[in-house]
């Protein structure tokens, strides 16, 4: 395609494309050329929300080759559940698992996560109209229940779920750690984590003041990370 034929937002990234190729192909082609002859050796599955503005690589500054990255709507990891169907983000947690042998798993939530927005919409009662991602979020639907009392369409837990409207980030948080313990649904990710070879992490990020907040392994709250 012709340049006068691309649009501003195509143009900046045939831009960002050719600062990459100049950064690590043109001044630094030996950590490429590894890359490439010795493949990837990731140490770290991380498993962000496809959210534009939490790029898991940008956020951590990391290079070609040191994250396995899959991004989905809200972060979450689904239960293990081999049926035969398509399962996209346990496909990757698999293959980071057991062919990359990574040593560290992350899921990274972050403050105003529309996914998490619509899970609480759900909750509400709200219809929605979608056919994808109402039924993901609710993977996480359990991550309500300690704030809601009686889960049961009764006026009560309806006021309770219109009050986290106002709280996102505890269901936010909340959701991260209901992924964490999904994680421990695969009998291959248990196996590692008990072996003392794997380590599960949660993290949230608030977009509003750039910090970063993490599950404390004793007191399992979330903590900010000094």
Not at 58 to 75: D, K, Y
Not at 87 to 98: M, N, Q
Not at 193 to 198: D, Q, R
Request: proline residues 7%.
């Amino acid at each position: 395609m012709p340049d006068t034929e691309q649009s501003q937002p195509i143009r900046q990234l045939l831009a960002g494309i050719k600062g990459f190729r100049a950064r690590y192909y043109e001044r630094r082609p030996d950590s490429m050329r590894q890359l490439v002859t010795e493949g990837q050796h990731p140490e770290i599955l991380m498993i962000g929300c496809s959210d534009s503005r939490v790029d898991p690589a940008l956020l951590t500054q990391s290079e070609p080759g040191e994250l396995f990255v899959v991004r989905n709507v809200a972060n979450l990891v689904p239960p293990y559940q081999p049926d035969g169907s398509y399962h996209g983000t346990s496909a990757a947690i698999e293959y980071a698992v057991r062919v990359l042998g990574v040593s560290h798993v992350i899921v990274l939530g972050h403050a105003q996560c529309g996914g998490i927005q619509g899970l609480i919409r759900l909750r509400t009662g709200q219809k929605t109209d979608d056919d994808f991602v109402s039924p993901w979020v609710s993977i996480a639907g359990s991550a309500l229940d300690p704030y809601i009392n009686g889960a049961d369409g009764t006026e009560r837990s309806q006021a309770d779920a219109e009050r986290l409207k106002q709280q996102p980030d505890v269901v936010e948080r909340a959701a991260v750690r209901t992924s964490v313990e999904n994680l421990m649904t695969f009998p291959f990710v248990r196996e590692r984590v008990e072996a003392g070879t794997l380590s599960l992490h949660g993290w949230w990020f608030d977009l509003e003041d750039g910090e970063l907040w993490a599950i404390d392994p004793q007191s399992r709250l979330f903590q900010p990370v000094e």
